[in-house]
């Protein structure tokens, strides 16, 4: 089992910046990728960014490239998603999940992001 738990949204002005962090706990964090999705009131949830179990590898939704910066840390088992120049259009609930082989994704309750025009 893996328990995840989002932190960091809040309300910010267009143009401003957010770091949202994921502290996982229950299995060995370094062994497992994670990502980030969200999901904007009357949409799908849809990805955001992900990245590998050594970090050397990361993935980005076009809409955010060049904005959103995904890392972790594995000694506090914990991945952020560093936000700038946020938008409207990036109001949302983020959630963080864990990508462990062989297990259904687990996934976090969400942070909810309001980006003010």
């Known amino acids: 089992q893996v328990q995840l738990v989002e932190s960091g949204g809040g309300l910010v002005q267009a143009g401003g910046s957010l770091r949202l962090s994921c502290a996982a706990s229950g299995r060995t964090f370094s062994s497992y990728g994670m990502g980030w999705f969200r999901q904007a009131p009357g949409k799908e949830r849809e990805f955001v960014a992900a990245?590998?179990?050594?970090?050397?590898?990361?993935y980005y939704a076009d809409s955010v490239k060049g904005r959103f910066t995904i890392s972790r840390d594995n000694a506090k088992n914990t991945v952020y998603l560093q936000m700038n120049s946020l938008k409207p259009e990036d109001t949302a609930v983020y959630y963080c999940n864990a990508d462990v082989p062989g297990r259904p994704l687990y996934w976090g309750k969400g942070t909810l992001v309001t980006v003010s025009s």
């Open positions: 990245i590998s179990w050594s970090g050397g590898n990361r």
